[in-house]
């Protein structure tokens, strides 16, 4: 029988055991966030969605706003009402010579006998000046730490505007090689026909053939350089790594024109949100010099206790307490006096981290500013370079075909083609980029982004 009860115990034990690794693993399952899809046209505004609700820094930024504002919390309920259930039961035997009473003719241990004690204690901090101004400082932490998330979305719309202009610029350029290569082919199949014909050189064919072959190469490198692009921005958004998606929206390249320099480092002053973090940090740590300061002043604590009292929960009578008290610290060796100068320093801390800060962000808008007016002036220098290189490009071949020139000419402004080409993707892109950094220099990126 024995045997048998402990069969059924061990395959009970078992059982609960396999339930509880199974259980576990469900939530693990469940807990594990599994890399979203993208779309096989990925705009910009769903690229920005995915990164701010994917990305680790946002998610290691909000980690921190949890923590907190469980810190204010636990400091703002110091100072509310505290109400505790506090029970006992108990049986003992007492010495009553041990309390100094000494009973002649009569023993000195008494007992046993039951102890019971049960009853509701509130307890409130009347007057705590310290602990106010500490939760006032632990108010002033969770804004900083809620700003520093709104940074990090900030931070996070700006690396993903980019690498989406990145994939942008790669795509372009390859779609531009894929044209000029087309028209090395084109040169070459007419110079062939032209060496067949007699009216053209080997010479100009082996040129030509140069010409489509290197363009084939460099086109080859910028279907590579696109997919890597889109990896990379795949990897920025937290998604699956894949590059089996398209990017062409074109809100990416941004809009607008300049702005005046100082009213942009005013408004960026009033609006980026590390800046008004760092703001509420020394807000933070000044109210924290106060707090110290302030446990040199009296607390003042009541404690309001009521409940039975007996030897057993059947035989018990109704009893109550109220007290008041005072504390008043008159000597502490300078421990106070040393955490203050400790509190100050975190002051010229968080103060110095401040002037950093307001020095970054006008560098930033000037710099962004400055990189606006540049890049505007080079889309503009550079289309009209693409056009007059087009139009060198129909002539050239026109010149090659009537016989009044080799083909020289045409090779020579296909390469100014080509390079007029690029100089006008890396003019669309810079202003893409410096447009963004304009917006994240105001602390107005996701808002731009995500309309």
């Given amino acids: 029988m024995k045997n048998g009860n402990r069969i059924l115990v061990n395959g009970v034990l078992r059982f609960i055991c396999a339930l509880a690794v199974l259980l576990l693993l469900g939530e693990t399952r469940a807990l594990a966030q599994l890399p979203v899809s993208l ?22 930024a909000e980690s921190d706003l949890d923590q907190a504002a469980g810190r204010y919390e636990q400091s ?26 000494d009973v002649p003719n ?42 520093r998330l ?39 199949q007419i110079t062939s026909a032209r060496f067949k014909q007699g009216v053209a050189s080997e010479l100009d064919t082996n040129r030509a053939k140069q010409q489509f072959n290197s363009l084939e190469q460099q086109r080859q490198e910028a279907e590579y350089g696109y997919i890597q692009a889109k990896l990379n921005l795949a990897n920025i958004l937290q998604a699956s790594i894949s590059s089996n998606f398209e990017v062409s929206d074109q809100a990416a390249y941004g809009t607008g024109q300049t702005m005046d320099p100082q009213a942009t480092v005013q408004l960026a002053l009033m609006s980026r949100p590390d800046y ?98 540049w890049a505007l002036r080079q889309v503009q220098t550079s289309a009209e370079n693409v056009g007059l290189s087009r139009r060198e490009v129909e002539m050239s071949r026109e010149r090659f075909v009537q016989g009044i020139a080799d083909n020289t000419e045409v090779v020579n402004a296909q390469e100014r083609l080509s390079r007029a080409d ?7 892109y810079t202003l893409g980029l410096a447009r963004a950094n304009l917006a994240r220099s105001i602390g107005g990126a996701e808002r731009s982004y995500r309309r």
């Avoid at 000046?129 to 969770?142: D, G, M, P, T, V």
């Avoid at 690029?422 to 669309?428: L, P, V, Y």
């Fill in 422 to 428: 690029d100089a006008s993707i890396r003019a669309q």
């Fill in 276 to 373: 008004r973090a760092a703001e509420a940090a020394v807000r933070a740590a000044e109210l924290q010099v106060k707090s110290i300061e302030a446990t040199r002043y009296p607390t003042v604590k009541m404690r309001v206790s009521d409940g039975q009292s007996g030897n057993s929960p059947l035989h018990n009578v109704n009893v109550y307490s109220v007290q008041g008290g005072i504390e008043f610290p008159i000597f502490t060796s300078g421990r106070i006096k040393g955490e203050v100068h400790e509190a100050e320093g975190r002051v010229k801390e968080a103060t110095a981290s401040l002037d950093k800060s307001r020095a970054q962000i006008e560098a930033d808008a000037l710099t962004a500013i400055a990189g606006v007016e």
């Fill in 150 to 188: 709104d940074d990090a979305r900030e931070v996070v719309t700006l690396n993903v505007v980019g690498a989406y202009l990145e994939a942008l610029r790669a795509k372009a350029l390859r779609s531009t090689l894929a044209d000029q290569t087309k028209l090395a082919d084109e040169l070459y």
């Fill in 76 to 101: 703002r309920a110091i100072l509310l009402p505290q109400l505790n259930l506090v029970a006992r039961q108990g049986v003992q035997t007492v010495n009553l010579q041990g309390f100094g009473i």
């Fill in 39 to 60: 779309p096989a046209e990925l705009t910009l505004r769903q690229a920005v969605d995915f990164a701010l609700a994917n990305n680790n820094l946002i998610r290691t």
């Fill in 106 to 147: 009569a023993p000195s241990k008494i007992g046993p006998f039951g102890s019971m004690d049960a009853r509701l204690v509130l307890t409130q901090d009347l007057l705590n000046i310290a602990n106010l101004r500490s939760s006032k400082s632990y108010s002033e932490r969770r804004d900083s730490t809620r700003l």
